[in-house]
T-cell receptor, first 117, second 112 residues
Framework: AQKITQTQPGMFVQEKEAVTLDCTYD???????LFWYKQPSSGEMIFLIY??????QNATEGRYSLNFQKARKSANLVISASQLGDSAMYFC??????????????FGKGTLLTVNP | KAGVTQTPRYLIKTRGQQVTLSCSPI?????VSWYQQTPGQGLQFLFE???????NKGNFPGRFSGRQFSNSRSEMNVSTLELGDSALYLC???????????FGSGTRLTVV
């Protein structure tokens, strides 16, 4: 079973509009962390935002916010006021225990976001 | 603060050869993880090193190996290259077991 599911292979948004990228996860670990990364065509993975499983409030970082619904196991990324430079692949990832005190980061398949002028 | 540095950026190798990739983490970070990214399989975890010890390993054949040096720099080696090993190899450094992960720009390996 997939640990991280991103159901939108591709998304389009108009410049200056907001967009939500979906992410659902599956884990039995009570202590986990959720990350969103942006990957432009150059290949580098750029950290956007982090949400811990025990965090009470939704994380925000500038134009990025994370809509964390723990009971539904979803961690959607919201990008406000989209810019042309936001066009990229977006990955949701989860850090969870992988045995003992070790952790592992598991990625979803990604969503390709295209911002139209 | 310098970021994560991966060298080389691009590599072309012939089937059957071996290759070594390098990753220098952010200063002070002791954990280095390696990932393989392909269009078909996405991002897959290879292994993680912490203080020169491999403490986590993904589901890859023994042809894939790595090590970490006392300065936290890590190398990844792939022996007897196969066409399917063509991928973007990313490394990530972390300050500790629960810290955030900072990725390098990756090494794009092409096996011909």
């Amino acid at each position: 079973a997939q640990k991280i599911t991103q159901t939108q292979p591709g998304m389009f948004v108009q410049e200056k509009e907001a967009v939500t990228l979906d992410c659902t996860y599956d884990t039995s670990d009570p202590s986990y962390g959720l990350f969103w990364y942006k990957q432009p065509s150059s290949g580098e993975m750029i950290f956007l935002i982090y949400q811990g499983s025990y965090d009470q409030q939704n994380a925000t970082e500038g134009r990025y916010s994370l809509n964390f619904q723990k009971a539904r196991k979803s961690a959607n990324l919201v990008i406000s006021a989209s810019q042309l430079g936001d066009s990229a692949m977006y990955f949701c990832a989860m850090r969870e225990h992988s045995g003992g005190s070790n952790y592992k980061l598991t990625f979803g398949k990604g969503t390709l976001l295209t911002v139209n002028p | 603060k310098a970021g994560v540095t991966q060298t080389p950026r691009y590599l072309i190798k012939t089937r059957g050869q071996q290759v070594t990739l390098s990753c220098s983490p952010i200063s002070g970070h002791r954990s280095v993880s390696w990932y393989q990214q392909t269009p078909g399989q996405g991002l897959q975890f290879l292994f993680e090193y912490f203080s020169e010890t491999q403490r986590n390993k993904g589901n890859f054949p023994g042809r894939f190996s790595g090590r970490q040096f006392s300065n936290s720099r890590s190398e990844m080696n792939v022996s007897t290259l196969e066409l399917g090993d063509s991928a973007l190899y990313l490394c990530a450094s972390s300050e500790d077991r629960v810290g955030g992960y900072t990725f390098g720009s990756g090494t794009r390996l092409t096996v011909v």
